[in-house]
Structures are given as C-alpha cells and as structure tokens.
C-alpha cells in the first residue's frame, strides 16, 4: 500500500512539474509573441510617422519625376502629364480597395467596355482621391475607366459634365508635396506675367523616387510584371504615360539606360487583355493602361 501511495505521488509530482513547465513554456511563447507584436506596433508607427514626410500617392510621384529640380514646373511642352494624373488618380483608388472593374460575366468584356464599381467610400484622407471617388461613386450609370480619365480632364464635349473636371490638380498635388516637405513656392517672373513654382528643397525624397524606378527594371529586375510589387509597376506605366519616365533613367550611364529602357519596352508590349486574365492581379489598373496604349 505504501508502495503504491509513492508510486502515485511520485507519479502526481512528475505530472505536477510537466504542468508547470508546460505553463512556463507558454508564458516564455506568449511573452515572445506580445515582445513581437509590440515590436510590430512600434514599426508600424514609426511608419506612420514617417508616412506623413515620405510616403507619397502615385500622383505626387509621377508629378515629382516630371518637375524641373530648380525651377519647380513641369516642361511647357507635356501635354501627355494632365490625362496620366487622373490615370494615377483611379489606380491608387484601386490599390486602395475604394475601385474595381464590374464583374465580367459569361461573355468577357474588353477592359476598356468594362464599367468602373465604387467598391468601398471610406474617406482616404486625400482631398483630390476622395473627390474622385465621390464623382465615381453618385454616377449612374457608371462610366468605363477612359471615360473617367476624360471626364476627370475636364475633356469632354457634354457641358453637362464638366463638373466632373477636377482643377488645378498639377497645383494641388504639388501643395500637398510642399506639406510633405519635399517642395517649396516661390514666385517666378515671366516676362509678361507671375507664376507660382515649386523648386525641390527635399532632394533626398526625389533620389529615392529615382532610385526606386531604376532598380526596378536593373538591379531588381524580375522579368515578370506579375512578380514585381503592383505600386512600382504602376508607377513605370504611368510614367511613361505621362511623358515623365525619361527623367528617372537620364542620369544613367549609356548602358545602363539602354537596358533599362529596353526592359520598360518590355513592360509596354504587353497586353492588358492577357495579364489582366492572370490570377492575383489589379484589373483596373490594366485597363487603365489599355486606355493609354489603345
């Protein structure tokens, strides 16, 4: 009987210490998993800290690489710049989750037949995103991803929908990049007039910009557009849509700018209807390019 009463504390004691080290173990993983989460929390604010200096729309990007360092404007010759903002405009709203494509049912439709759905209306935070989406949002019925870049253009023949036309926006963009630190005013003289420009005063903002383009189609280069982050592939397209990528690659060296070039060319050539058919991609951000290359 004795025996048996050891047998079973010693048992109940082994049973004992396997629970409290069980209970430790756990204490230990939960204790790393808060330190992880806390870390987590702690990056995730130094993000949003620095979001608000940094972290820029494709909008601001795009007009960013088109404006002249000194002289704060874009050239007087893109006329391509205006309709590729209000291009930027919808892809952010669709990388955002507030824009996507209509279903395209039993018989596919092409990109650019297809109508634009305001999928969410939370506010972004972005005047001219959020103006955007409230044009997009109370038109019925929807329009196509070409007719929002017109209407937004202000380039279009029905009166009736000029107030869809969002103004100043080069203007605008440029102000919130000057809160952002990254630009300054200044008032330059033009012989027969005064015009307000936005010299970079943050060129460091600007090299990252750059940098960020150029590795992608060299360092970085992944020979697959479904491989490459969806921002950065946007931000080539639309670039080169709004007549500004060029001023990424000129600093360069010769060969380098030519395989660079050559790998965008590669981008160019495909085509929206198949790559927007793949799994996992943005499909209005294809027809967004479908509108520029048709």
Not at 30 to 40: H, K, L, V, W
Not at 257 to 278: C, F, I, N, Q
Not at 285 to 292: D, G, I, K, N, P
Request: net charge negative.
């Amino acid at each position: 009987m004795t025996t048996l009463i050891q047998r079973n504390s010693g048992l109940v004691q082994r049973r004992t210490e396997a629970i409290r080290s069980a209970a430790a173990d756990r204490e230990r993983e939960s204790g790393g998993e808060e330190d992880e989460a806390r870390r987590g929390e702690e990056e995730e604010d130094d993000d949003k800290g620095d979001s608000k200096e940094t972290r820029l729309t494709l909008m601001e990007e795009v007009l960013l690489l088109g404006l002249k360092d000194r002289e704060g404007y874009t050239s007087f010759w893109n006329d391509c710049i205006s309709s590729g903002l209000r291009g930027c405009m919808l892809v952010e709203l669709a990388l955002r989750g507030r824009l996507q494509l209509e279903p395209c049912g039993v018989r596919r439709k092409s990109l650019l037949s297809r109508k634009v759905i305001c999928k969410s209306d939370a506010p972004t935070g972005d005047v001219l995103l959020d103006e955007a989406l409230k044009h997009i949002k109370e038109t019925q019925p929807p329009e196509t991803v070409q007719s929002w870049i017109e209407l937004l253009s202000g380039e279009t023949w029905n009166p009736l929908k000029l107030h869809y036309q969002l103004r100043n926006v080069r203007e605008r963009l440029a102000k919130n990049l000057v809160e952002k630190g990254v630009l300054t005013t200044e008032k330059q003289n033009f012989l027969l007039f005064d015009m307000t420009t936005h010299p970079l005063t943050n060129s460091i903002i600007k090299q990252r910009l750059v940098k960020k383009v150029q590795e992608s189609v060299l360092d970085k280069w992944v020979n697959d557009p479904h491989r490459m982050d969806k921002r950065v592939l946007a931000l080539i397209l639309l670039a080169h849509s709004s007549d500004v990528l060029e001023n990424a690659f000129a600093p360069l060296q010769d060969d380098q700018y030519d395989l660079g070039m050559k790998r965008v060319h590669t981008l160019l050539e495909l085509e929206p209807e198949k790559e927007s058919a793949k799994p996992n991609v943005n499909e209005l951000m294809w027809a967004v390019v479908a509108a520029f290359t048709k």
